[in-house]
């Protein structure tokens, strides 16, 4: 999806503070899935057996990435949408 987004903005000349924004975005979401990822790792490693409060602390760190993705999505839309419209004179 990162690249994606990439050749988005790039196809519909973003400037430069949307540029910015879109790479933030795209930057925190790599991160919590790295998080996230270490995370499980780590869980493996201390305690094999199920243990409900390492299954909480995983939910909650899966939960932190559906939040910064969700975010990057809301906006993609507005970052997208905006260009969009201005390439198709929705607005003027």
């Known amino acids: 999806m990162?690249?994606?987004?990439?050749?988005?903005?790039a196809?519909?000349?973003?400037s430069l503070a949307e540029w910015c924004l879109l790479i933030l975005c795209i930057t925190a979401v790599l991160a919590?899935?790295?998080?996230?990822t270490a995370l499980e790792h780590?869980?493996?490693?201390?305690?094999?057996?199920r243990?409900?409060?390492?299954?909480?602390?995983?939910?909650?760190?899966?939960g932190?990435?559906?939040?910064?993705?969700?975010?990057s999505a809301i906006v993609g839309v507005l970052v997208f949408g905006y260009r969009l419209g201005l390439l198709l004179q929705w607005w003027k």
């Open 51 to 62: 243990n409900p409060n390492i299954g909480a602390a995983l939910d909650m760190a899966s």
């Open 32 to 36: 919590a899935e790295l998080f996230n």
């Open 11 to 14: 196809a519909l000349h973003v």
């Open 2 to 9: 990162a690249i994606a987004v990439i050749v988005a903005a």
């Open 64 to 71: 932190a990435v559906l939040l910064a993705a969700v975010g």
């Open 42 to 49: 780590l869980a493996r490693q201390v305690d094999r057996d």
